[in-house]
């Protein structure tokens, strides 16, 4: 297969994965515990607590609790969203080196 018809087909396979994709999220999923001492002067962690974290339309850092039930869907949401500018990158790339095909082309019929 030529390259042109690989890059074609890899355009296509980047627009069915984006197509995929049901829901995604910003920001990233961060574990805390909260460290505490008991009765008997033992530190002891609490948690795991979930935190969103993401930066706000005003590029201000906002922090979201999100409960232990919601967490293993919210982390797969921020891994689609990871995923889908990682794919969108590279559709910007394939339509960067078809055009280049383009170029050439057009250069030829010129000549």
């Known amino acids: ?12 396979e980047i627009v069915d994965e984006i197509g ?5 999220r910003k920001g990233t999923l961060n574990t805390n515990y909260n460290k505490v001492t008991n009765k008997k002067g033992e ?4 948690g795991p607590y979930y935190i969103l974290t993401k930066r706000g339309a005003d590029n201000k ?4 609790r999100i409960s232990a039930a919601d967490a293993p869907r919210i982390q797969e949401e921020v891994d689609n969203y990871k995923r889908f ?3 969108t990158d590279e559709y ?10 383009s170029d050439a082309e057009d250069e030829g019929k010129k000549n």
Do not use: P, W, Y
């Open 1 to 12: 297969m030529s390259e042109l018809m690989q890059l074609a087909a890899r355009r296509n």
């Open 20 to 24: 995929t994709i049901k829901s995604m």
């Open 43 to 46: 530190d002891v962690f609490n």
């Open 61 to 64: 850092t906002v922090s979201e």
């Open 85 to 87: 500018r990682q794919l």
């Open 92 to 101: 910007i790339d394939v339509c960067e080196k078809l055009s280049q095909f």
